[in-house]
Structures are given as C-alpha cells and as structure tokens.
C-alpha cells in the first residue's frame, strides 16, 4: 500500500464527491464529508475513511436514506428532537450544534435528542462546535449490541461512547472523547480492513472466545472498559440515548458495516450548558484555567484534546496521508 498526502480541502471535496454517485445528497455528502476527514485529520481513524465503503454500500440499498432531510421540533423552551429520519447522523449534529447555544443562553441549559438516527462518529467534533460557542457540553449515543453487560453472556449494550468539552480562555477546548468498551469498533473495522490483528484483551470472537483475529471480533464482543464500571456506564449512556428519545435499543439495531438489514435508527442525546447560568462566566474561566495549570504545570501530563491541535496544524502544512488506492477509487467516482 502507497501512501499519499493530500491537502484537507482537496480530500473533502473527493470524499463528497464519491458520496453524491453513491445515492447521497449533496448537502449530506457535503457533512459526511467534514466529519469522516476531521476524523481522519484528528487521528480517530476508525471513524474516518474506513467508513466510506460501507456508508455507500448502505446508502445504495436504503439502509440509510441518503436523501434524508432532518426535522426539527423543539418541544420546551430549552430541549430539541430531531428526526433524522433514517439519514446519516451529521447534517442532524450540525443543527444541533448550531441551535443548542441560543437555547442555553436563554435557559441556563438545553439538550437536544435524536432518533431514527446512524452512526454518530467521533463525538467530539460536536461538542467541540458547541464548547467554542461557550458552552460545556455532554454528548451520549449508542451503538449496535458489541458488548455484555456484567457478567452476561450476550450482547445487550454497543460501545456507547460519551463526549464532553469544556471552553477555555484563549486556549482550544478540552475534549474528553471515549468508547466505553475497552476500544472502539471502528478500531477493530480498521484492523480489519489491513489484514491486521488486534490486541489481546479487546475483543471476544462469537463463541465468547478471547481473540486476537479483527475479524473474528468483528462476529463477537469487546470488553468493557474498566469492567463492571464501564458496562453500568454504558447502560447510562443506554438509557439517555435511546430509552430517553425513543430510538432503537443496542440490541435491537442493525449494524452499521453492512448493508443488511433495516436501518439502525439508534439515538443520541446532547447537552449544553451556559456557564453564566451558574458561578459566572468569568468565575467558571478562572477555575478551569486554575485546574488546566495543575495538569499542565505537573510533567508528562496533558490535558484531553491537547493532541488535536498538533494534528490539525500538521494536516494543515502537510495534507492527510492516505492510501493512493483510495484516492485513485474516490477520484474515480467523484466526478470533480
């Protein structure tokens, strides 16, 4: 495999093309695009390029509608539902984002549900564009069954990754952004795809077996992260996600490789939160710039996020490395 650089530009442009001969709608491509390369850039790769073949193998058979278009209702004063309406989750993320930090600073606080909802992908990225927009921000979804609950045999949970961001004064927001399962999926889909093996103590294959073999993990589980904790988080995450919105339960959705099956209609949950609802906005400034020094001033630490910004600068200079077997087949479809 030959790798390539490519300006960041240059690769969304590539990437919504290919989408929009896939079935896809220009303004979808055009958001699945943003957030598969900011994922890529960002080094969180299992929910970047990875996804491309099976995102437009879904589309293609209406797994997931790629002409779908997102409704809003806000139902109180400070809370939102949004349909997706069988569509891919990102165009629905951007309104969210957009229309949380109005409500918050009406009310203090606003969340925002979404149903009949796809893969989420890297969570951060959402509640990034709300911490610059001022706000602390919490964000929950579900995924496809992936993972037992304790001490349980099959799997009732998926990987239920959560996502917080902090703003900081004059700094990038810290942003905590995690699977509750000891690795993510598209880790293992990653592996996969390169004809790779993955590390002991990630994943069991279908019969329950610890295994090594991405493939195999695929067919099975992965084990929670930190073991009880983590599958009680994730029942939280449950809970708020899905029983909350109305949306499909862990086990009760589709898979979001393939192209089998009904759509996934998983759910998410997002928070935003006005810091001068509280202590103040310059009160809650000062406090977390006194936390941020005493992680950053002790040596070796650094504070969740940090890595971001290095990448990002370093994509900026140098382009995103790909495989050239990709760009040649995104090329190929793009019509550009």
């Known amino acids: 495999m030959t790798l390539i650089r490519v300006p960041v530009s240059r ?17 979808n491509a055009a958001a699945v695009a943003r957030a598969l390369v900011q994922a890529e850039v960002d080094g969180q790769k299992g929910h970047g390029l990875t996804r491309i073949d099976s995102y437009t193998a879904q589309a293609r058979v209406g797994k997931v509608d790629g002409h779908a278009e997102p409704k809003l209702n806000r139902t ?3 809370a939102l539902m949004i349909d997706v309406a069988h569509g891919f989750c990102y165009r629905a993320l951007e309104i969210a984002t957009a229309e949380l930090p109005k409500l918050a600073a009406e009310n203090g606080i606003a969340a925002a549900g979404l149903v009949r909802s796809h893969h989420a992908g890297a969570l951060g990225q959402a509640t990034e564009r709300l911490a610059r927009a001022g706000m602390l921000a919490m964000m929950f979804t579900n995924a496809p069954q992936a993972m037992t609950s304790w001490g349980g045999r099959k799997p009732v949970f998926g990987t239920n990754p959560i996502a917080f961001a902090a703003p900081r004064r004059n700094a990038d927001p810290i942003i905590v952004d ?12 990653a592996a996969s795809q390169k004809g790779e093996d993955i590390p002991e103590g990630w994943a ?23 073991g009880a904790k983590g599958a009680a988080l994730a029942l939280m995450v449950e809970v708020l996600s899905a029983s909350l919105v109305g949306a499909n339960h862990s086990f009760e959705a589709s898979s979001l490789f393939d192209a089998e099956g009904p759509p996934p209609a998983l759910g998410q949950f997002m928070i935003a939160i006005d810091p001068g609802a509280f202590a103040g906005a310059d009160a809650f400034a000062d406090r977390l710039e006194l936390l ?17 910004a290095e990448l990002r600068a370093a994509a900026d200079r140098n382009g995103v490395e790909v495989s050239s077997e990709l760009v040649t087949q995104l090329e190929g479809g793009a019509n550009l």
């Open 11 to 27: 690769l969304q442009d590539l990437v919504a093309g290919y989408l929009t001969n896939n079935n896809i709608s220009g303004p």
């Open 76 to 78: 109180r004063p400070g």
């Open 178 to 189: 995690l699977a509750l399962s000891e690795v993510a999926r598209g880790k293992i889909l």
């Open 204 to 226: 069991k294959d279908a019969e329950g077996r610890p295994t090594t073999d991405a493939k195999a993990a695929l067919k099975g589980t992965v084990f929670p992260a930190g």
């Open 292 to 308: 941020a020094s005493a992680i950053e001033g002790d040596e070796g630490a650094r504070l969740p996020g940090a890595r971001r």
